[in-house]
């Protein structure tokens, strides 16, 4: 990937050699790598003895532009969902047994909680995994609970929390991630489901922004911004 990012910026000029040691990777790495993405169409030599971005690349970006499409409809009622918390918003998708954030909308709060889009982290941690996981098949929910246990990715979760969590969202539409992450991290998240595809929306914070009042006007806000939300994709489509 890395070999990729530095031939769409450009770096692609002076051969394998040269590329490997803007990098720091190994010339073998380097080379091996190069060759395999020729040879699938993605990168192509150029006349300085460099590489660059070839059109073989060209159905993967189109199958993203259906997710860049659903981050630009929702970056206002994420933004607005900000607004009316003052907490960090996410919006995340299942691959495999990961989820990945697509989008942020951060805290203007100092003490707001961030992390880059594209964070992968295992599908089974977090009210944001939990959301994601709701619309699953109960024998399919088994089997990634399955891996989770033979891969020890639970950290200080586990099978019988997360099946509670997934409840919670199929009974409330919402649900919690609450005095777990060491950290002291805490979510609330909802599932935001379309025809363009199964997503989740997430309100991060830090202990005990949840508690209470506020607790409650949050989860309230939360649902009314995935109504529209749901709307707004089904209009698109």
Not at 23 to 38: D, P, V
Not at 224 to 234: C, D, F, G, Y
Request: glycine share 10%; hydrophobic share 45%.
């Amino acid at each position: 990937m890395r070999i990729l990012e530095a031939l769409a910026a450009g770096n692609g000029g002076g051969g394998s050699a040269a590329i490997s040691q803007r990098l720091g990777i190994s010339q073998s790495t380097c080379y091996r790598t190069l060759q395999t993405f020729e040879a699938a169409d993605w990168i192509r030599k150029t006349g300085d003895d460099g590489y660059a971005l070839s059109f073989g690349l060209l159905p993967i970006a189109r199958a993203l532009q259906g997710v860049d499409h659903v981050v630009a409809l929702l970056r206002a009622p994420m933004e607005r969902l900000v607004e009316a918390t003052r907490l960090s918003v996410k919006l995340s998708v299942r691959q495999g047994h990961d989820q990945v954030t697509l989008a942020r909308v951060e805290s203007p709060s100092p003490l707001g909680v961030t992390s880059p889009v594209g964070a992968r982290f295992p599908v089974v941690v977090g009210a944001s995994g939990s959301s994601l996981l709701s619309v699953l098949p109960a024998a399919d929910l088994d089997a990634i609970v399955a891996h989770a246990d033979r891969a020890r990715l639970w950290g200080h979760d586990d099978g019988a929390a997360l099946r509670r969590r997934i409840a919670a969202c199929l009974r409330d539409g919402v649900c919690d991630y609450l005095g777990i992450h060491p950290q002291g991290i805490d979510t609330v998240s909802a599932p935001l489901s379309a025809s363009s595809g199964h997503f989740a929306l997430t309100l991060v914070g830090l202990r005990g922004d949840f508690a209470g009042a506020r607790g409650a006007q949050a989860r309230q806000a939360l649902l009314k911004v995935v109504r529209a939300a749901k709307i707004l994709l089904e209009d698109a489509t």
